[in-house]
């Protein structure tokens, strides 16, 4: 063995029993990963115990910056440089933990209002890990949560109306008395009422219906 590769053998040794991780290491002398650990156990070098400790301390930490609200990128950038606080970051999966809990605000805040505002109302929580900026994304956590906000909407392909019965009713009644389409729309209006998607009737809306409504026998 040269002189050059024996001092370099001896650094390499040097790193190991210092701060760097074996990645590090090996990085720095153009070597795998793996020959690191075979230097580590050929000179009886062992971390388990020291990185089973600072995994810990690490994991204790980022327990505790949660608590305070900590957003994930600022905990991702504070231990970025740390040993060991990739297997950490990875063993707590704190990726999904943020998006569990940024889901479970969308599933909130979408049964309170429509995803349109969902997606742009200014909630710290909405942007942990990112924020979501396309409405099919927030009908798709709803989905999956198992939360429906419109249930009557049913399956549109197979046909049919899927107002409330109330409404069928006043629009039957009210184009038996021949209101126009446009009448009967103010009118659900006036009441507060909304069509299955959460909207305002429209005459056109209230026509479609009114077809529905006929064709289906309702």
């Not at 606080?85 to 599933?107: C, G, Q, Y």
């Not at 909130?108 to 742009?120: G, V």
Request: net charge positive.
């Amino acid at each position: 063995m040269s002189k050059e590769k024996k001092e370099r053998n001896v650094k390499i040794v040097k790193d190991i029993q210092g701060g760097l991780t074996y990645s590090e290491i090996g990085e720095k002398y153009n070597i795998t990963k793996q020959r690191v650990y075979q230097f580590a156990r050929d000179n009886n070098i062992s971390r388990w115990e020291e990185s089973r400790k600072t995994i810990k301390n690490i994991k204790e930490d980022i327990k505790e910056d949660i608590i305070k609200g900590v957003p994930y990128k600022t905990i991702c950038e504070k231990y970025r440089y740390k040993k060991y606080s990739k297997s950490a970051i990875s063993d707590m999966k704190l990726f999904t933990h943020f998006i569990k809990k940024r889901n479970k605000e969308i599933i909130n805040l979408y049964k309170e209002m429509t995803a349109k505002d969902t997606i742009i109302i200014p909630v710290n929580v909405l942007d942990d890990p990112y924020r979501i900026t396309r409405l099919n994304t927030v009908y798709d956590i709803s989905s999956k949560s198992g939360y429906k906000k419109y249930p009557m909407i049913g399956d549109r392909c197979k046909g049919g109306v899927f107002e409330p019965k109330k409404v069928i009713n006043l629009i039957k009644k009210l184009r038996s008395k021949n209101y126009s389409y446009r009448k009967i729309a103010l009118e659900l209006n006036k009441k507060g009422w909304k069509t299955p998607t959460g909207k305002l009737y429209s005459p056109m809306n209230v026509s479609n219906k009114h077809k529905g409504i006929l064709k289906y026998k309702l």
